[in-house]
């Protein structure tokens, strides 16, 4: 009674949670929904095993399909969707990620197939073909035991893309969680297979296991880690919706040799081009972005750039940088769309590298921190 109420509370606590991030603006990514996806099918599970405990698979042999499904197909998948919707659009626009779900489409077709054989007589496979789903079951075993590693295995490789350290580390413990779950899974239902033992008590455990993951997704990912970081918002706020007014002139390809300068004033054709660089192409947001490589864009030295900037603006050429950065962030910040969105990840993604080096940048232009700016103008 006490295991069984465990199991229900993680399956309500699941449920609910994977609803919120996928309704909730807190939580508007891509990536979060596949979390969210995945939080549900591991909640399947669990409801699956409760069902069986309980036996309710008898008097309603129409829930039969949720036993009917190997839904552990899915949840390294949705794992896998979520680490690489976090990571860089180059890497992600290669993955075919389609192609993800067919061991779980085979299983699922294969599976309520041969359930109507059993439930209900309405459909019978004929003679002559259960040597064919034999072989077909056959090919399902292969798929686990082959798809469900590569697949884990993979998002760990998929991982190295990933920029920000905190979040990297957050994911290697999930990913390290699910993937000790899902093995002890696998190696359980062979060992039962094999050798005919009693695999009961195991997968009871294992279910135990699965709602400390619930619980632990919980606190660890929504409470410490934020997950309502969205940086593919934040990355077209940046690119596409930033609401600075922008000069429309084209960067010259070939630009005069630095010998013939032009006097140093805002006219001066390479702070006009510099101005470009930063309003429409938003090089700023690059944070290895230094004073030798735009320069280099420019076709001047980096001396001249920095006798430029200090002439006309007054300031440093790292200052002028974290200005237009700042811009940015105070931007999202009125932004009522981007109300929930975490100030870190508005700092990171606009090119700062570090919460140091963000809020010192930000309180020198505003004289207030980011949350104090957020609060004031609430």
Known sequence: MIYTTLLNIAIFQGIILGFIILKSPLFNSTSNKYLA??????????LNLVLEIEEAYTPYPFLRFIDDVEWAFLL??????????????AVKSRQKTALVFIPFAYSAVLNITCDLDTVGGVYHIPEWSKGLIDILSQIELILALTFIPFLLFYSYFM?????DKQEKKWIF????????????WVITILTGLFFQYDISYIMKILALFGTFLIHWTT????????????????YNFLNKD?????????IEETI????????????????????ILCKEHHIYTDSTLSREKTAEKLGISAGYLSQIVNTITGDNFANYINQYRVEAVKEMILNSEYENYNLLTMGLESGFTSKTTFYNAFKKVTGKTPNEYRISNK
């Open 37 to 46: 996806f995945a939080i549900l099918t591991l909640s399947i599970l669990l």
């Open 76 to 89: 390294p998948v949705f794992i896998f969707l979520f680490t690489i919707n976090r990571i860089d659009d």
């Open 159 to 163: 991982i190295k893309h990933l920029k």
């Open 173 to 184: 413990i999930l990913l390290s969680l699910v993937s000790t779950l899902l093995f002890s």
């Open 219 to 234: 606190y660890i990912g929504i409470y410490k880690y934020k997950l309502a970081k969205d940086k593919d918002g934040i």
């Open 242 to 250: 930033l609401a600075i007014s922008y000069i429309d002139l084209p």
């Open 256 to 275: 005069e040799a630095e010998e013939t300068r032009e006097p140093i004033t805002a006219d001066n054709i390479y702070f006009q081009n510099l101005e």
